[in-house]
C-alpha cells in the first residue's frame, strides 16, 4: 500500500510512474478522500476543544451559582456532533484504504516505463542450445517415457494439474530438495508453512482484495490456497517490531502452489508451462530500506546458482513498469530457453516490493535503540518453480537416442544418469 502522505506531497510524480502501469489511474478520488478525512480531524479536534472549554465554563459557573441551562445545551450539540463526525470518520478511511489497497506500487527509477515489450534483457548466461537432432516438446516426451500423465490428472482433478509418475515424481522430489537444501545451505531459514491462509494474510501479501477472482477461496472457512509461498511468508513477521541487528532475515519455503490462471492459451502454453498446481521453492527477505537493492542483487544470484548447478541456458530480464506484479517496485527474472519451442520461458521472479507490503501487516524494525520504528522492505524471488524447470530439462536434456540426461547433481537422488 502507497503512503498517503507521499501522494499528498508528490501526487503529479506518483500518478504519472503508476500510470506507466495503468493508463487508467487516477488519484483524484484518494486526494479528494485524504482532504475530507483531514477536516473531519480538523473539526472534530476543535469541537473537542471548544467542549474542554465549555465543562470548565460549567464548572466556573455552578461554583459562581450562575445558571449554565445554555452552556450544557451547547455541549449536548457539540457532543452529538462529535459522535456523528466520529462516524463519518470511520466510513471515510474505509473508503480511503479501499481505494490506496487497489493502487499499484511506484515502480522505482531504474524501471523501463513501458509494457512489456520495454523489458530489457541485462545479460544471457551459456551458450544457447542448437541441437543437431528434432527436439520432442517436453509434454510428448515425458509421456513417451510414462514419466508424466495429465489425462489420469485430469480424471482426478480436471484439467491443467500435471501428475508426475515413476523417474518423472522422483525428478520432481529431487528438484526440491536440491534447491530447498542448497538455499538453506546459503544462510536462509527453512520453512514448511500451512498451505492456507487467512484473509488479511493475503490482504497483506497484496491478492486481496484486487486478484480476488485469481486465486483459490474456501468459503465455508474462509480460507485461501496458496498462490506462492510469499503470500506466507510476508506475513511472518505481521504487527512486529524488529531490530535493526536482526536484518536482514531471509527465509526459504517449500510449498504446492494453486492458481486459477483462467482464461484459453496457445499450442506453445500447453504441459507444464501454465498449470493450476505446481512446485516452488521460495525465497524471501526482510531488509532495511537502505540495504534492499544490494539485497535483491543477492536474491537474484541466489536464484541463477540453481540453473548453474543444473547447466541451464537463460537469461535475466528487468521488467518494465507494466509487466511486474501490483505489489512490486522492481523486478527482474530469469528465463531459461526451451528449444522444444524455441522460446524463454520465467522459472524465477526475484522482487522488491520496498515498504509496500509491510505497511499493509504494519512490519517495522528500529533502527536504534529508542528510536522511532520505520517500516521494513520486503523482497521475494522464486528459487525455483519445478514445473517449467522440469520442461527445460526435459527439452535440453535430450540425446539423439531419444532418452533424456538426469543432470549431475540430481541423479544421486533419481538413481538414474538417464531416462
Known amino acids: 500500500m502507497l503512503d498517503i502522505r507521499a501522494i499528498r506531497e508528490h501526487r503529479e510524480e506518483i500518478e504519472a510512474r503508476l500510470r506507466s502501469r495503468d493508463p487508467s489511474i487516477d488519484l483524484g478520488r484518494v486526494v479528494a478522500l485524504d482532504k475530507e478525512r483531514r477536516g473531519i480531524i480538523a473539526e472534530a479536534e476543535e469541537l473537542k476543544a471548544e467542549r474542554n472549554r465549555g465543562s470548565q465554563e460549567v464548572g466556573r459557573q455552578k461554583r459562581a451559582g450562575e445558571a449554565a441551562d445554555d452552556l450544557l445545551a451547547r455541549l449536548s450539540e457539540i457532543g452529538d456532533r462529535i459522535t456523528a463526525l466520529d462516524d463519518e470518520l470511520r466510513e471515510t478511511e474505509v473508503q480511503l484504504e479501499r481505494q490506496l489497497a487497489l493502487l499499484p506500487n511506484v515502480p522505482h527509477g531504474s524501471v523501463p516505463l513501458g509494457d512489456k515489450d520495454k523489458n ?233 516490493c520496498e515498504a509496500f507490503q509491510a505497511r499493509r501487516g504494519n512490519i517495522r524494525y528500529r533502527p536504534a535503540l529508542k528510536a522511532k520504528p520505520e517500516l521494513v522492505h520486503t523482497l521475494n524471488g522464486s528459487g525455483l518453480a519445478t514445473s517449467r524447470l522440469m520442461a527445460a530439462i526435459l527439452e535440453n536434456n535430450q540425446t539423439k537416442e531419444g532418452r533424456v540426461r538426469v543432470p549431475d547433481v540430481l541423479q544421486a537422488m533419481v538413481g538414474a544418469e538417464t531416462i
Open 120 to 352: 530489457r534483457v541485462l545479460k544471457t548466461v551459456g551458450e544457447k542450445p542448437e541441437p543437431a537432432f528434432p527436439i520432442q516438446h517436453h509434454l510428448e516426451i515425458g509421456e513417451e517415457k510414462g514419466i508424466l500423465d495429465f489425462p489420469r490428472a485430469a480424471t482426478i482433478a480436471g484439467t491443467r494439474f500435471p501428475m508426475y509418475v515413476g523417474a518423472g515424481a522422483r525428478l520432481e522430489m529431487a528438484l526440491i530438495q536440491l534447491m530447498f537444501f542448497h538455499h538453506t545451505d546459503r544462510g536462509y531459514v527453512p520453512i514448511l508453512p500451512p498451505f492456507l491462509a487467512n484473509a488479511k494474510s493475503f490482504y497483506v501479501s497484496s491478492q486481496l482484495p484486487k486478484f480476488a477472482d485469481d486465486v483459490y477461496h474456501i468459503e465455508r472457512d474462509d480460507l485461501y490456497l496458496n498462490p506462492t509461498a510469499e503470500s506466507l511468508l510476508v506475513n511472518l513477521h505481521r504487527d512486529e517490531i524488529l531490530s535493526a541487528e536482526e536484518l536482514p532475515k531471509q527465509y526459504v519455503a517449500y510449498t504446492p502452489c494453486f492458481r486459477r490462471e483462467a482464461g484459453s492459451y496457445g499450442e506453445e502454453e500447453r504441459g507444464l508451462i501454465r498449470v493450476h498446481q505446481f512446485n516452488k521453492v521460495e525465497m524471501f527477505k526482510f531488509t532495511t530500506p537502505d540495504s534492499s537493492y544490494d539485497e535483491l542483487e543477492r536474491l537474484i544470484a541466489d536464484a541463477e546458482s540453481v540453473l548453474q548447478m543444473l547447466g541451464l541456458h537463460y537469461r535475466v530480464v528487468l521488467l518494465a513498469s507494466g509487466d511486474i506484479a501490483q505489489q512490486s517496485s522492481k523486478t527482474v527474472d530469469l528465463e531459461v530457453y526451451l528449444p522444444g519451442q524455441g522460446r524463454y520461458y520465467e522459472v524465477s521472479s526475484c522482487s522488491n
